[in-house]
């Protein structure tokens, strides 16, 4: 497949910001900093990233799709059979450690980000960190980069993957779907 757009979708859901001051509610797409990741991600690619507000994923020809868990799960609930087709495009990301591997495999999804790696790229976590993601193991021999075998981050398709010249998120995100779409028949 060649890629020509990649849609990042924060949902519509809202989050609680607590400061000092007190608190008040925002959009997704502010708590998960929606645009700054699309700008960061789009400095590593050359296909057109867009941030788009829909509650759910839509079929466009050559996109994959970086979304939030509450976008996946409202598609699959709509039209299984078109969002199951889409989920094999998508990237979800803020996935709880202990479900993505599992979401990974279950929904033949292209990768999961765990939370604690989307935290540490919006710098509220340990940003010395390496990013990673869970991926298809075949696509990380394809570009690269490594898992470690054996370990309880390995399933039968998917691993937390990292790649050893690529340390931020949107990097990641960005080489592996270049390898993925490579994969992938056009359409």
């Not at 509450?70 to 202990?98: E, H, K, M, P």
């Not at 495999?105 to 990768?111: K, M």
């Not at 990013?131 to 937390?160: H, I």
Request: proline share 4%.
């Amino acid at each position: 497949m060649r890629l020509d757009s990649i849609r990042v979708l924060p949902g519509t859901g809202t989050a609680t910001r607590v400061t000092q001051y007190g608190s008040s509610v925002i959009r997704a797409r502010v708590a998960y900093q929606a645009d700054a990741f699309a700008a960061a991600l789009q400095g590593h690619t050359s296909a057109a990233v867009t941030v788009d507000d829909s509650a759910e994923l839509v079929a466009s020809d050559n996109t994959m799709f970086v979304c939030a868990q509450d976008v996946l799960f409202a598609s699959l609930a709509s039209d299984a059979g078109q969002a199951r087709a889409l989920a094999s495009r998508t990237i979800v990301f803020d996935v709880v450690r202990t479900y993505a591997l599992q979401w990974a495999e279950r929904y033949s999804l292209a990768a999961v980000v765990e939370t604690r790696s989307y935290l540490n790229w919006q710098g509220l976590g340990d940003t010395d960190a390496p990013a990673g993601l869970y991926g298809w193991k075949e696509v990380a021999t394809a570009f690269g980069a490594t898992w470690l075998p054996g370990s309880p981050f390995e399933g039968a398709r998917y691993a937390l993957l990292s790649h050893p010249q690529v340390h931020d998120l949107p990097g990641l995100i960005a080489a592996y779907l270049d390898a993925y779409a490579r994969m992938l028949p056009d359409g």
